[in-house]
């Protein structure tokens, strides 16, 4: 939720400082509009939609914010689904021929109808047939759950692992100062490898914050 004050730009999150979310969110502004201050807000909330109580603080939260000429709620479900949408993802997490894209071929099906279904405005996601084979426990999860379990799955033990406590070295650092990273550690970056400052660039164009930054007036210059 951006908000200008006294000529100073804030976007305000609901996740905490440590947390993953915050981190992402934290290097992303650094790196494509560093001159807008990021804070953690217990006030905020993640668009969650079929999260009852998440969708009725949503609407309070509205009503308040459509009174104020500078503060804009933003249309973004949660940071695990903006990772997930990136069109980069699956080129970038794994090398042409890794044997993940085989073992977790249920997991990238169900990403592909997810996001495809999501982008298109429909929200009836849990009707989705590679969703509900992936996820046993569907009827449980709400939108949020589902992406950071559908993200997770998809990144663990690559250096872009994200879980809601870390997200992996290779989010937040240039290719390739992972210390960790091992001889067979190969993602689709090995043979084009991108400073900190592209990849966000690539984040931002390549997921709905560029869309939803332009309807507040936020510019970014790339």
């Not at 993602?187 to 984040?203: E, P």
Request: hydrophobic share 35%.
């Amino acid at each position: 939720m951006p908000e200008e004050k006294k000529g100073k730009t804030y976007l305000w999150l609901e996740d905490r400082q440590g947390k993953a979310g915050y981190t992402f969110w934290k290097i992303l502004m650094q790196q494509i509009r560093p001159d807008v201050i990021v804070e953690s807000k217990k006030i905020v909330y993640d668009n969650s939609f079929d999260n009852l109580q998440v969708y009725q603080e949503q609407k309070l939260l509205k009503r308040y914010a459509d009174k104020r000429k500078n503060v804009f709620l933003l249309g973004l479900i949660c940071f695990e689904y903006i990772l997930l949408e990136f069109d980069q993802l699956i080129h970038w997490i794994y090398a042409p021929e890794d044997d993940f894209l085989i073992k977790r071929s249920g997991a990238l099906k169900a990403r592909e109808a997810l996001v495809k279904c999501l982008s298109s405005g429909e929200v009836d996601y849990k009707m989705l047939q590679e969703v509900s084979l992936y996820d046993v426990h569907l009827d449980s999860h709400n939108i949020e759950q589902l992406s950071a379990k559908l993200l997770f799955d998809l990144t663990r033990n690559t250096g872009f692992e994200v879980s809601k406590k870390m997200i992996g070295e290779c989010w937040i650092r240039s290719c390739c100062e992972w210390d960790k990273r091992q001889e067979d550690d190969i993602c689709g970056l090995d043979n084009n490898r991108l400073s900190l400052k592209a990849k966000m660039q690539s984040v931002y164009r390549g997921t709905s914050i560029m869309k939803e930054f332009s309807k507040t007036g936020l510019e970014v210059l790339l």
